[in-house]
């Protein structure tokens, strides 16, 4: 499948593992980058130390191009930004920020820049500072999230038609019937979080993988949208929330609500009930926790299945 | 481009009109039928004299077969209901309400029944009563929306696994390249709405035409959740809303401030700062006013070259 997000990034699939905070180690990048896609490691929720170790780690655990992704809203960010580029990372993955910042510097030492948008907006702004591609996210994906709520369906052609750089979708795609879904408007690959949130190499808490597998449709809801838009799983914490916004609200209440580290408390130490249970809505179609590489074999599967159910449809063409 | 679909309705391109309130009337249904889809009479705007006469009309203007849309909520149903049969419809559509209230009467005179769903539950309630076919829409369909903001990429193939009948996906489908992705989804044709409202036989008011032809991205929100979603353009009396959610409301505040003849008063006589603007996100796609012909004809061929550029490619398959 030979197209430019493979070349860009030198992979045989361009299925690229999204970059989820408490879930995305170097276990999980080096798994989806040696079955050929690009493994991600997510720095948000790592002490810049800690993304030291599992960049070298990863390094060791294959020989395959693999990314760091970098919310641009992290508060050591010279010091990640400074590891991603003594460590040699091919790849960086920016999202939440201005892509101004840190496209230049990144480049200059011959690492590829990819932004995260929500919106033809920003994806402009990103084009315009030099990344080398983008990956557009829909209203229907998990974790953080954009405020204008476009779905990946309607956000995917705009952006194709606004930008001439390569292009992933993001947002709802977990099978190859999604991925061919996208690719049809205009996407050059895919990034994939939910999915592999439920992986066996995934660093997430077993109580919280096993959640996104119960987890059903309408089970997500996008909430705190005066902080920053996430969309989250509907437990305890939600309802909290859900209570606070019926009465009338303002940030300062949502932000002691929220509190501290509810994430982590969710998604790396299992607190279903207290924590912050990030997931997209895709998760309702997620039965099962799989080795990575599995995963991303039943995607291409799938993916193959539907290109070659329209290659043996008779060709058929029409006008008035 | 026979299918499941086409092959019920008797139609020749699986592509089914919205039945939209105050903007699908019999000029709108007749030309998408003439033209090879299926027109559908929008009949929640209508009083039941004018649905007669809505229905005289279509009839006169096309040999094809039409629809007329019926929402379950509408207050002299019984008045409709007995139209569609007297006159011999040969298709309703039913939204908003319980399928197993008229499936039965519908069916046992004749008319073929759809009925319009949101999530997977009320697909397979709706399948249980007997349907011939269903609309699954997402979260990014304009005017009244379910509850779960599934959107249609989520949506779609978690309906198609869950149910047997033919399935209509709707929402964010304004478009031949939208139109591929759905059907890889699982989809056996679509419902468009938005599209066909800036039409030139849609019956909507000029301005409100013209208003969704400048409509950009991000322009539009669902609200109104407390009493039944809807997808509107955001505008003067938007506004109204937002600052009373702000402050705290309640649903009998936001009943209020909707009042009564709202969608008329912006869809149909054109009032754009007080009026009620219902339409989908794909109005950010939406760049003129074409005749429904021509939308049909751009979306089949804007479909069948998507379908070309698959074939074109090299077989390709991949094991690991």
């Not at 989806?32 to 948000?44: D, E, M, R």
């Not at 402009?124 to 476009?150: I, M, P, S, Y």
């Not at 997430?204 to 902080?227: I, M, P, Q, Y």
């Not at 929220?258 to 994430?263: E, F, M």
């Amino acid at each position: 499948m030979p197209n430019r997000i493979t070349e860009l990034f030198d992979i045989r699939y361009p299925v690229v593992q999204g970059g989820m905070i408490w879930c995305a180690g170097w276990e999980l990048a080096s798994a989806v980058s040696n079955a050929g896609g690009l493994g991600v490691i997510g720095s948000g929720s790592m002490y810049p130390e800690v993304l030291r170790v599992h960049i070298k780690k990863c390094k060791q655990a294959t020989p395959h191009p693999f990314a760091v992704n970098v919310p641009l809203l992290y508060p050591n960010i010279e010091e990640h930004m400074q590891t991603i580029v003594d460590e040699k990372v091919p790849v960086a993955f920016t999202s939440a920020g201005n892509p101004k910042a840190w496209t230049s510097f990144l480049k200059a030492h011959g690492v590829k820049v990819v932004h995260v948008v929500s919106s033809v907006k920003f994806a402009l702004k990103a084009e315009q500072a030099g990344v080398d591609a983008l990956v557009a996210e829909g209203f229907e994906a998990g974790g953080h999230n954009g405020r204008e709520e476009t779905t990946t369906l309607c956000l995917i052609p705009m952006i194709a038609d606004a930008v001439k750089v390569p292009l992933l979708a993001a947002g709802g795609i977990g099978t190859g019937r999604a991925m061919a879904a996208v690719m049809s408007l205009g996407a050059d690959g895919v990034q994939i979080g939910s999915r592999f949130v439920a992986s066996e190499e995934s660093s997430a808490h077993l109580h919280f993988k096993n959640k996104v597998v119960a987890t059903r449709e309408g089970d997500t809801a996008l909430t705190l949208k005066e902080l920053a838009p996430v969309r989250l799983i509907k437990n305890a914490f939600y309802d909290q929330l859900t209570a606070a916004y019926k009465k009338g609200t303002d940030t300062e209440e949502l932000k002691n609500i929220l509190g501290r580290s509810r994430a982590k408390k969710g998604m790396f130490q299992g607190d279903l009930t207290e924590g912050e249970l990030e997931i997209g809505q895709v998760s309702g179609q997620i039965s099962a926790i799989k080795p990575a590489r599995q995963i991303l074999c039943d995607i291409i599967a799938g993916y193959e299945e539907v290109m070659e159910e329209i290659r043996q449809q008779a060709h058929s063409r029409f006008c008035f």
